[in-house]
Nanobody, 123 residues
Framework: DLVESGGGSVQPGESLRLSCADSGITLGAYSITWFRQAPGKEREGVSCITRRNDITEYADSVKGRATISRDKAKNAVYLQLNNLKPEDTGTYYC??????????????????WGKGILVTVSS
């Protein structure tokens, strides 16, 4: 199962690093996408990293503030979020599929989902 960690409550301008790990599948074989859903809003794709070539994509809302990376030795994918804003608040999910390249514009075809982790940005 995909398991997210690293969420929490922070103040605007601070940073968080979210982790996505799995003990059952090799994440390097999958494209991994981070999604988020704010209360009362639709789920949106935030960032993804493509399998095999690690090409990345970011939503405009986080471009320049987010970095997605993969650690194959730890079987994990990370999402570094800097200069957090209140509008970054939401539940963050990681998901895995076989897309090449990955895209943040669609959640269809995701094979595995994590249960999500809450990020709250508030002063």
């Amino acid at each position: 199962d995909l398991v997210e960690s690293g969420g929490g409550s922070v103040q605007p301008g601070e940073s968080l690093r979210l982790s996505c790990a799995d003990s059952g599948i090799t994440l390097g074989a999958y494209s991994i996408t981070w999604f988020r859903q704010a209360p009362g809003k639709e789920r949106e794709g935030v960032s993804c990293i493509t399998r095999r070539n690690d090409i990345t994509e970011y939503a405009d809302s986080v471009k320049g503030r987010a970095t997605i990376s993969r650690d194959k030795a730890k079987n994990a994918v990370y999402l570094q979020l800097n200069n957090l804003k209140p509008e970054d608040t939401g539940t963050y999910y990681c998901a895995a599929d076989f897309s090449m390249p990955c895209t943040v514009t669609s959640a269809s075809g995701m094979r595995y989902w994590g249960k999500g982790i809450l990020v709250t940005v508030s002063s």
